[in-house]
């Protein structure tokens, strides 16, 4: 894995934070949280956005974002869990893989001087 899809996947894990953190956020510590976990979430995928097509970045931050955060909600907050949501998760698993897939096939820019 290069450096690049690490960053979205640290990032990734901000985001996670941060959404979670608009609903549950009580306090200024909490939400002074939320904002820096949002900052560095987005921060990072700016930086890998400048190495990676970014179509494929916004949709691999984005699906898997929403995939962590489901589960987040299910197992910490007690949200119901319905076969119906993991069969989405799993749906937007196989696209997030599909996408890096494809995603890294791509050439390189070429800069004319």
């Known amino acids: 894995m290069n450096r690049s899809w690490l960053l979205i996947i640290i990032g990734v894990v901000f985001e996670v934070i941060w959404v979670t953190g608009f ?13 820096l976990s ?3 979430s987005f921060t990072l995928v700016i930086i890998a956005s ?5 179509g494929t970045v916004y949709a691999v931050f984005t699906g898997l974002g929403t ?3 489901v589960l987040i909600g299910m197992i910490l907050f007690e949200e119901p869990v319905q076969i119906l ?3 989405f998760i799993v749906l ?9 897939l494809v995603g890294s096939t791509s050439r390189p820019k ?3 001087n």
Do not use: C, Q, R, Y
Not at 25 to 34: A, F, P, V
Not at 50 to 54: T, Y
């Open 110 to 112: 070429v800069v004319d």
């Open 23 to 35: 609903k549950h956020s009580e306090n200024w510590i909490d939400w002074t949280m939320t904002v």
């Open 50 to 54: 400048a190495k990676l097509p970014v």
């Open 85 to 87: 949501k993991l069969i």
């Open 67 to 69: 995939v962590g955060t």
């Open 92 to 100: 937007l698993i196989s696209g997030v893989i599909g996408l890096k």
């Open 38 to 40: 949002l900052i560095i």
